[in-house]
């Protein structure tokens, strides 16, 4: 069985771009669920889908959005991209219901 | 809303035990999580508590109290491969999984 792929792995922006992330979660899961990593903030919660339906945000700027396609692949975009973006962007998908979550490899973003 | 705390570093001796603490405050409650990260890698999933006690998986043992709202990761035998971050979490009842901050474990030989 295919794991979670995220693409692309990295991308380095400059400053007022836009970005979109592309999440393939695994077969049959259809929750999927994007965090951002920074160093020493852990894995802050952007946002959770589950058949196309946003279900659950995070506290971040509307700069941030997403959405997922009825095969379950997921997307995310940040608009007006700021230096404070720099971060690895990752994507877990799950069976609803279950504890466990399954992640991406991650999309490593550079804002220049 | 949901918070959970845990140490943000622990250092232990190869062939130690380590035990990582977590903490949480949460607005209903589903379970405790526990996912290993390695440098460059992404968090796998390692144990889940859903009710109180000690759920053991080889070297690695997790524990819950959810009167005291409070959990641990044990870590036995620890071997150099086992330096990582280590994140506990909790999820929502619509699969929202928060987690902590983090916790580097250092391992000297």
Not at chain 1, 49 to 76: A, C, I, V
Not at chain 2, 7 to 24: D, F, H, L, R
Not at chain 2, 64 to 75: H, I, K, M, T
Request: aromatic share 12%.
């Amino acid at each position: 069985k295919a794991g979670v792929t995220q693409t692309p792995r990295y991308l380095i922006k400059t400053r007022g771009q836009q970005v979109t992330l592309s999440c393939s979660p695994i077969s049959g899961h259809r929750s999927v669920s994007w965090y951002q990593q920074t160093p020493g903030q852990g894995l802050q919660f952007l946002f959770e889908y589950f058949s196309e339906t946003q279900r659950n945000k995070g506290n971040f700027p509307g700069r941030f959005s997403g959405r997922q396609f009825s095969n379950s692949r997921s997307e995310m975009n940040v608009s007006t991209l700021e230096l404070g973006d720099s971060a690895l962007y990752l994507c877990a998908s799950s069976t609803t219901g279950m504890a466990e979550a399954f992640f991406g490899q991650g999309t490593r973003l550079t804002v220049v | 809303g949901q918070s959970l705390e845990q140490p943000s570093e622990v250092t232990a001796v190869e062939g130690a035990i380590v035990q990582i603490n977590c903490t949480y405050q949460t607005s209903g409650f589903y379970g405790l999580s526990w996912y290993q990260q390695h440098d460059g890698g992404a968090p796998t999933f390692l144990s889940y508590n859903g009710l109180d006690g000690l759920e053991e998986t080889g070297r690695f043992s997790s524990f819950l109290s959810r009167s005291d709202s409070y959990g641990y990761l044990l870590l036995q035998e620890l071997q150099m491969k086992d330096s990582a971050s280590y994140f506990c979490a909790v999820p929502n009842r619509d699969d929202k999984i928060i987690f902590g901050k983090g916790t580097r474990l250092h391992i000297l030989p």
